[in-house]
Nanobody, 112 residues
Framework: QVQLVESGGGLVQAGESLRLSCVAS????????MGWYRQAPGKERELVAV???????HYPDSVKGRFTISRDNAQNTVSLQMNSLKPEDTAVYCC??????WGKGTLVTVSS
């Protein structure tokens, strides 16, 4: 059974940083894309970052230059370093593997 567990969320002030981690278990995911989405209250789910099996990354303009996604295939983890956080980054952040398996999410709250 595949499980994804996120950690690292919390409450920070605008301009500060957070690092999210997601540990996947129950399989081998080195050949799959992994990534992060977020959903703020009343808004649709939004892509945050994705990294493919070769390490290629993609970010939307809203986080480009501030967020960095990385993966450790030996540890089955995907991480998201978030710098220069803004109040509009407040959301529940969920990780995924191959857009098939999803974690339950971790809440990030950025105060102004």
């Amino acid at each position: 059974q595949v499980q994804l567990v996120e950690s690292g969320g919390g409450l920070v002030q605008a301009g500060e940083s957070l690092r999210l981690s997601c540990v996947a278990s129950g399989g081998i995911f080195s050949r799959n894309a992994m990534g992060w989405y977020r959903q703020a209250p009343g808004k649709e789910r939004e892509l945050v970052a994705v990294i493919d099996s070769s390490g290629n990354t993609h970010y939307p303009d809203s986080v480009k230059g501030r967020f960095t996604i990385s993966r450790d295939n030996a540890q089955n983890t995907v991480s998201l370093q978030m710098n220069s956080l803004k109040p509009e980054d407040t959301a529940v952040y969920c990780c995924h593997v191959a857009w098939r398996y999803w974690g339950k999410g971790t809440l990030v709250t950025v105060s102004s």
